[in-house]
């Protein structure tokens, strides 16, 4: 047996539980095959297409089968011999040559944003072999949160296997065939603790400790450390300390050799209370002693929702770009969190019937061409600005209209998906274990970026359509291939037989979504993952619920409901910071127009004008978009802040920011309007525009201290007047009750129709 595969069969791991596998037309089907998805065409080739798929090599042992995870903090590790940099957080690593780099780097402040950037002169140590040159960094297992490392030597005869996970001050080794050399990026201070086989120390400014077996001996020089381990114990872990205090070090050695193994999320939503609760469990493997905890430092998201109490945190913080992590021991922490609600739309309330009708009848009801080359992203933007419009329509009873925007939604959509336009095509990757759509743009097809981003447009026009043709949205006919497209970005179910990841986009532990597929280094810069538009992708995680309602699927809407709810919190702490209390102090600015893995950048990807700035992270504005109206005072120092750098009011995106305005003086927002309808922007509509902000300015302000025990649902507060809200898309009438969030009272009671929004108004509320 080869070191390689000696050390693949000694530190097996698990990538999660496998469930009942879906699609097995994809994952038994033959290369080069077209395989039927109820009605859809999927192809497993891109021959004679003139497309192109992800690169065919992935940078892993063949431990790991199956489906790879991309769009995670680690993704760059399967992208390419040696890994980008990584921010587990609190530590930050990146595979080299020489072997695993740590650092923990400072947040730093600069005009453009704040970061907490690897840069490689500036690492605090570096933990190899010796004499061990790096051939590869090898993606040899992960869980929900952690990855698993193999470094094997150019010769093949070595290895190191390292292991990091988000949240963990620990990094766990072992070794094959070499012993540890830990290289020290700076002049060390050494503190003595009374165990021989413990290394503590003090390097640029940061503590850390390393915990081998019994019977380790260190050599020191000037380069590092020499690591001489007994034959049989072949393991090493390294923490990051707080401080080196004894009964700091105490704590940390209690935990160094309960090696994490796996990593698994769970979630429930519980309809009676709209909470959703989330467990993260560690699995772990003592290698020495019984000890099966751990310590883990949390997000700010997490600690504000965890169940433990106050004094149960360990007293020891650390410094991120999210704000302080605060550290927990233990098997498991579980979170409680408040969904807020969504709606498919609003209700009528008091737009004026005759502008709707006349705007309704300008509106081109087709699917209009691209402001840039044709791709995913544009169509789907063209199926919700037309599915936004549907139930305006109906609530209009323009039932002509109605049916026109819904074929033609479905013609187009059926073109792409069906094989019936040549030049469409839908392509199952079984490397990657991706449905990549084509035509394409924005790195969607070469690294996977934006799945989330460019899918859930479809998905949430398909809901559109499913609430009224529940024969399109059959599995036989179109509902399988709108399935895939969720399974592709939001696979709730784990296991290698799977045919996509789990949760691709989906990071559970940072509790966002991540654009880039690759996260790989762009040059010098070093940023880690990231993500602009965080409206977008908490509007394909409403696409899943509102999919999910429409069609029956309880999996698919909870896992909606889990996603949402989990990135509205993360929203409003590391793109908005809505309390003050996470961006750094000299940050001048009260918004993160995107989040990277080291930070935060007061930018686009694509320019520098201020309306597009802060309306990327407003678009779409949908029934999903209430969260903005959670906390007005901020939505309108947001808006004010848009204006100031803008020169004055929005020019270009005065649909999307007057919709945000709405959500807080919804009187000022119809007054703009009616003194000159803007111009759309591409996937929205006058028509919409109109409906959206006219409808609030009768319904008044989101009130989130309410919720119910149904899915959509919404609660508004005009003076002394409260309506509630509700749909139903079910094929049965239903009661909803609304109850304080705080307490669970019941407030307000009423019946909801089939296939019906219902809105009942009551005073001194």
Same mark, same amino acid.
């Given at each position: 047996?080869?070191?390689?595969?000696?050390?693949?069969?000694?530190?097996?791991?698990?990538?999660?539980?496998?469930?009942?596998?879906?699609?097995?037309?994809?994952?038994?089907?033959?290369?080069?095959?077209?395989?039927?998805?109820?009605?859809?065409?999927?192809?497993?080739?891109?021959?004679?297409?003139?497309?192109?798929?992800?690169?065919?090599?992935?940078?892993?042992?063949?431990?790991?089968?199956?489906?790879?995870?991309?769009?995670?903090?680690?993704?760059?590790?399967?992208?390419?011999?040696?890994?980008?940099?990584?921010?587990?957080?609190?530590?930050?690593?990146?595979?080299?040559?020489?072997?695993?780099?740590?650092?923990?780097?400072?947040?730093?402040?600069?005009?453009?944003?704040?970061?907490?950037?690897?840069?490689?002169?500036?690492?605090?140590?570096?933990?190899?072999?010796?004499?061990?040159?790096?051939?590869?960094?090898?993606?040899?297992?992960?869980?929900?949160?952690?990855?698993?490392?193999?470094?094997?030597?150019?010769?093949?005869?070595?290895?190191?296997?390292?292991?990091?996970?988000?949240?963990?001050?620990?990094?766990?080794?072992?070794?094959?065939?070499?012993?540890?050399?830990?290289?020290?990026?700076?002049?060390?201070?050494?503190?003595?603790?009374?165990?021989?086989?413990?290394?503590?120390?003090?390097?640029?400014?940061?503590?850390?400790?390393?915990?081998?077996?019994?019977?380790?001996?260190?050599?020191?020089?000037?380069?590092?450390?020499?690591?001489?381990?007994?034959?049989?114990?072949?393991?090493?872990?390294?923490?990051?300390?707080?401080?080196?205090?004894?009964?700091?070090?105490?704590?940390?050695?209690?935990?160094?050799?309960?090696?994490?193994?796996?990593?698994?999320?769970?979630?429930?939503?519980?309809?009676?209370?709209?909470?959703?609760?989330?467990?993260?469990?560690?699995?772990?493997?003592?290698?020495?002693?019984?000890?099966?905890?751990?310590?883990?430092? &949390? @997000? *700010?998201? $997490?600690?504000?929702?965890?169940? !433990?109490?106050? =004094?149960?945190?360990?007293? /020891? +913080? #650390?410094?991120?770009?999210?704000?302080?992590?605060?550290?927990?021991?233990?098997?498991?922490?579980?979170?409680?969190?408040?969904?807020?609600?969504?709606?498919?739309?609003?209700?009528?309330?008091?737009?004026?019937?005759?502008?709707?009708?006349?705007?309704?009848?300008?509106?081109?009801?087709?699917?209009?061409?691209?402001?840039?080359?044709?791709?995913?992203?544009?169509?789907?933007?063209?199926?919700?600005?037309?599915?936004?419009?549907?139930?305006?329509?109906?609530?209009?009873?323009?039932?002509?209209?109605?049916?026109?925007?819904?074929?033609?939604?479905?013609?187009?959509?059926?073109?792409?998906?069906?094989?019936?336009?040549?030049?469409?095509?839908?392509?199952?990757?079984?490397?990657?274990?991706?449905?990549? &759509? @084509? *035509?394409? $743009?924005?790195?969607?097809?070469? !690294?996977?970026? =934006?799945?989330?981003?460019? /899918? +859930? #447009?479809?998905?949430?026009?398909?809901?559109?359509?499913?609430?009224?043709?529940?024969?399109?949205?059959?599995?036989?006919?179109?509902?399988?291939?709108?399935?895939?497209?969720?399974?592709?970005?939001?696979?709730?179910?784990?296991?290698?037989?799977?045919?996509?990841?789990?949760?691709?986009?989906?990071?559970?532990?940072?509790?966002?979504?991540?654009?880039?597929?690759?996260?790989?280094?762009?040059?010098?810069?070093?940023?880690?993952?990231?993500?602009?538009?965080?409206?977008?992708?908490?509007?394909?995680?409403?696409?899943?619920?509102?999919?999910?309602?429409?069609?029956?699927?309880?999996?698919?809407?909870?896992?909606?409901?889990?996603?949402?709810?989990?990135?509205?919190?993360?929203?409003?702490?590391?793109? &908005?910071?809505?309390?003050?209390?996470?961006?750094?102090?000299?940050?001048?600015?009260?918004?993160?127009?995107?989040?990277?893995?080291?930070?935060?950048?007061?930018?686009?990807?694509?320019?520098?004008?201020?309306?597009?700035?802060?309306?990327?992270?407003?678009?779409?504005?949908?029934?999903?978009?209430?969260?903005?109206?959670?906390?007005?005072?901020?939505?309108?120092?947001?808006?004010?802040?848009?204006?100031?750098?803008?020169?004055?009011?929005?020019?270009?995106?005065?649909?999307?920011?007057?919709?945000?305005?709405?959500?807080?003086?919804?009187?000022?927002?119809?007054?703009?309007?009616?003194?000159?309808?803007?111009?759309?922007?591409?996937?929205?509509?006058?028509?919409?525009?109109?409906?959206?902000?006219?409808?609030?300015?009768?319904?008044?302000?989101?009130?989130?201290?309410?919720?119910?025990?149904?899915?959509?649902?919404?609660?508004?507060?005009?003076?002394?007047?409260?309506?509630?809200?509700?749909?139903?898309?079910?094929?049965?009438?239903?009661?909803?009750?609304?109850?304080?969030?705080?307490?669970?009272?019941?407030?307000?009671?009423?019946?909801?129709?089939?296939?019906?929004?219902?809105?009942?108004?009551?005073?001194?509320?």
């Amino acid at each position: 047996m080869t070191v390689l595969a000696l050390c693949a069969a000694l530190l097996a791991g698990c990538t999660g539980k496998p469930a009942s596998v879906p699609f097995p037309e994809l994952t038994e089907a033959e290369e080069g095959a077209e395989v039927r998805i109820g009605q859809g065409v999927v192809r497993t080739s891109l021959d004679g297409t003139g497309y192109q798929p992800p690169q065919p090599h992935v940078y892993k042992t063949d431990r790991v089968t199956g489906p790879i995870p991309t769009n995670d903090w680690w993704s760059s590790l399967a992208w390419g011999p040696f890994s980008g940099a990584m921010y587990p957080h609190p530590l930050v690593i990146r595979v080299g040559p020489d072997g695993l780099n740590v650092a923990y780097p400072p947040v730093r402040t600069s005009s453009g944003g704040f970061h907490a950037l690897y840069k490689h002169s500036e690492r605090d140590l570096t933990v190899g072999g010796r004499g061990h040159d790096v051939d590869d960094g090898l993606l040899n297992g992960f869980g929900d949160w952690h990855v698993d490392m193999l470094l094997p030597n150019k010769e093949g005869t070595a290895a190191i296997r390292a292991t990091s996970a988000h949240g963990s001050p620990y990094l766990y080794f072992t070794f094959e065939g070499t012993d540890p050399f830990v290289t020290l990026n700076g002049e060390a201070t050494f503190e003595e603790t009374g165990h021989a086989h413990e290394a503590v120390f003090t390097v640029n400014g940061h503590a850390y400790a390393l915990f081998a077996p019994a019977g380790t001996s260190w050599i020191r020089d000037a380069g590092g450390l020499t690591v001489e381990l007994p034959e049989d114990a072949r393991y090493v872990s390294l923490a990051l300390l707080p401080d080196t205090r004894p009964e700091t070090v105490e704590t940390f050695r209690r935990y160094a050799y309960s090696f994490i193994t796996d990593t698994i999320v769970s979630w429930r939503y519980d309809e009676e209370t709209s909470r959703v609760e989330t467990t993260y469990r560690f699995v772990t493997k003592p290698m020495e002693g019984k000890e099966k905890g751990t310590l883990t430092a &949390l @997000y *700010p998201h $997490q600690w504000k929702h965890v169940t !433990v109490q106050a =004094d149960d945190f360990l007293p /020891y +913080g #650390y410094e991120s770009p999210r704000g302080v992590m605060k550290v927990l021991a233990g098997e498991s922490f579980r979170t409680v969190m408040t969904y807020p609600g969504i709606l498919p739309f609003l209700p009528a309330a008091g737009a004026d019937e005759a502008r709707l009708r006349e705007y309704l009848a300008d509106e081109r009801v087709q699917v209009l061409p691209s402001p840039e080359a044709e791709g995913t992203y544009w169509y789907g933007k063209n199926y919700n600005r037309l599915a936004q419009l549907i139930p305006i329509a109906r609530q209009l009873g323009e039932s002509e209209t109605e049916e026109q925007l819904r074929q033609t939604i479905r013609e187009d959509m059926e073109r792409a998906l069906t094989g019936a336009d040549p030049a469409r095509i839908a392509y199952y990757d079984r490397i990657w274990g991706t449905l990549n &759509l @084509y *035509p394409t $743009q924005f790195g969607a097809d070469l !690294v996977l970026n =934006d799945h989330h981003f460019h /899918y +859930g #447009y479809w998905v949430l026009a398909a809901a559109m359509l499913a609430y009224e043709d529940a024969e399109w949205a059959r599995s036989d006919r179109m509902g399988g291939m709108i399935e895939l497209l969720i399974r592709d970005y939001a696979n709730w179910e784990r296991g290698e037989d799977q045919p996509f990841p789990f949760l691709r986009t989906f990071d559970p532990y940072a509790g966002h979504s991540w654009a880039s597929g690759n996260a790989t280094d762009i040059n010098s810069y070093s940023p880690g993952n990231n993500q602009e538009s965080s409206s977008e992708a908490l509007m394909a995680a409403a696409a899943l619920i509102l999919w999910g309602d429409a069609t029956g699927n309880r999996a698919i809407r909870d896992t909606g409901i889990y996603l949402y709810t989990t990135e509205v919190e993360a929203v409003k702490n590391y793109w &908005l910071d809505t309390e003050n209390e996470h961006f750094p102090e000299a940050y001048e600015q009260d918004y993160a127009p995107i989040v990277v893995s080291a930070g935060g950048e007061f930018r686009t990807w694509w320019t520098t004008n201020p309306e597009e700035i802060y309306g990327i992270n407003v678009l779409p504005v949908t029934g999903a978009s209430l969260y903005w109206g959670h906390d007005p005072d901020y939505a309108r120092k947001f808006y004010d802040d848009m204006a100031a750098l803008n020169g004055g009011p929005p020019q270009e995106w005065r649909d999307i920011l007057g919709m945000l305005r709405a959500l807080y003086d919804p009187s000022g927002a119809l007054a703009d309007f009616e003194a000159s309808p803007p111009v759309p922007e591409y996937g929205e509509s006058r028509t919409h525009t109109y409906h959206w902000i006219a409808n609030l300015n009768a319904l008044g302000r989101v009130d989130p201290s309410i919720v119910a025990d149904t899915p959509l649902f919404a609660v508004f507060r005009r003076d002394d007047r409260v309506t509630y809200a509700a749909y139903n898309g079910g094929d049965k009438p239903i009661t909803v009750t609304f109850k304080r969030a705080a307490d669970g009272a019941k407030v307000h009671t009423m019946k909801v129709p089939a296939k019906e929004m219902a809105a009942e108004t009551v005073s001194g509320g």
